[in-house]
């Protein structure tokens, strides 16, 4: 771990700001009974007089909140409200009789046709229900521009008008990364005549001690005082290199972008904020499969494998060879892809809860883990098999960003370690 500690003191700026090439990271590591590891570094801006991080920041987790989601969603299951594999379109009408895009024709009119087959709350959790963001596949955005649509993609607009569109395929039948989970909070929502917020506060933050948690940070200047800016990065140099490596752009506040985790509704699917000691609650309650949120059985269903192998096969295919340069190397922590040796073609699936390794990974997760991450380059996993739980929580945009990437696999490396000498 101390390896990890001064690589990661000295890329956050923390004896020399004209070193830094990451912004301020918490991360926390435990396992059942206690937290292991938790530690700040850097600072909470790129301001000269900016204080240190502290462990009470707030991060706009983004994605991360979709395991939140899927507990939520599965609570309901239990007590028998809703069923994986009923037609969810009876709660979320929205989507009911959607057509399905198939293309376009030479002119650059959409084909469409109905969809076939029934879309289910098991599609809505893996991201097979057909849907998809617009800002992370390219068809979405040129069937707007073919319907003369307006751009919908920013914070403000209503889930429904920032999301409902032909499905890219019917339910099941591939993998597209998608706003289903946002549609699984809505469903969550009408069956428990509760808002998001409230539902969560009552079953999940309360239970766990989670008091920094909420989806409306603008509503708690608790949470919100304690928040940590977004940055990004200038264009690098692409000719300067040190050590035959290219240098990563400088980085810099980000003043404008499409969101910044605020919207007009309960993000189910990436609108909380919180501080990572607060997330490392849900991961730690997950492990110990005590019943505070999920019955013990009810948790297993988070590890499940949910793919087909065809399904697979278009999971890896989106993710690492898709239209979305951000998408695969945002993901590359969690894909794995930074070691030598795996075959990721086979070395994942998709579980309720998030990506699941389906082999272990030498020095890393073992088969079974769970693993995800959130757009500002967050990254979490949860090993059961290892008895042990990360979160490396930073704020840093586009998402996709390499050294991010590299440190979070050190980190998960270095946890590791530590665990494998007691």
């Known amino acids: 771990m101390d390896a990890f500690r001064t690589d990661l003191r000295r890329a956050t700026g923390e004896n020399n700001r004209g070193e830094q090439t990451l912004p301020g990271v918490v991360v926390v590591s435990g396992n059942r009974d206690e937290v292991t590891f938790h530690e700040t570094f850097g600072l909470q801006s790129l301001d000269p007089d900016s204080p240190p991080m502290s462990k009470e920041n707030t991060f706009w987790i983004a994605s991360c909140t979709k395991l939140i989601t899927a507990v939520a969603v599965l609570q309901l299951v239990e007590q028998g409200a809703v069923s994986l594999d009923e037609d969810i379109t009876r709660i979320i009408h929205e989507w009911k009789d959607q057509q399905v895009l198939d293309g376009f024709d030479e002119a650059g009119k959409p084909i469409v046709r109905k969809m076939k087959g029934t879309m289910t709350l098991r599609h809505l959790l893996t991201h097979t229900a057909g849907m998809a963001y617009q800002y992370m596949n390219p068809i979405i955005p040129k069937y707007k521009r073919a319907m003369n649509l307006p751009d919908t993609s920013a914070g403000h607009f209503t889930l429904a008008e920032r999301t409902v569109y032909p499905l890219l395929f019917d339910p099941g039948a591939g993998w597209e990364y998608s706003p289903g989970m946002d549609w699984a909070g809505v469903v969550v929502e009408r069956l428990s005549s509760q808002r998001l917020e409230e539902y969560m506060s009552e079953h999940i ?60 509704y309960d993000a189910g699917g990436g609108g909380l904020h919180l501080p990572p000691s607060d997330y490392a609650k849900v991961l730690q309650a997950l492990l110990k499969k005590d019943g505070t949120l999920l019955k013990p059985e009810t948790v297993d269903l988070l590890f499940k494998p949910q793919l087909e192998p065809d399904v697979v096969k278009s999971l890896v295919s989106r993710v690492r060879r898709g239209q979305s340069p951000g998408l695969r190397a945002g993901f590359s922590t969690a894909l794995l892809e930074l070691e030598e040796g795996m075959n990721f073609d086979s070395a994942v699936n998709w579980a309720f809860g998030g990506l699941l390794a389906v082999k272990d990974v030498p020095g890393r997760r073992k088969k079974g883990s769970l693993a995800w991450g959130g757009l500002p380059n967050l990254f979490w996993w949860l090993d059961p098999t290892s008895n ?35």
């Open 205 to 264: 933050f309360k239970p766990l001690g989670m008091k920094s948690t909420t989806f409306r940070i603008n509503d708690r200047m608790d949470v919100k005082e304690k928040q940590i800016g977004l940055v990004t990065r200038e264009t690098p140099d692409p000719t300067a290199t040190e050590n035959n490596k290219s240098i990563p752009g400088k980085l810099k506040p980000l003043t404008e972008y499409r969101s910044t985790g605020v919207f007009p």
């Open 388 to 422: 042990v739980y990360g979160m490396y929580a930073t704020q840093i945009l586009p998402f996709g960003d390499m050294p991010s990437a590299v440190m979070q696999a050190m980190f998960e490396r270095a946890v590791y370690q530590e665990l494998n000498q007691k």
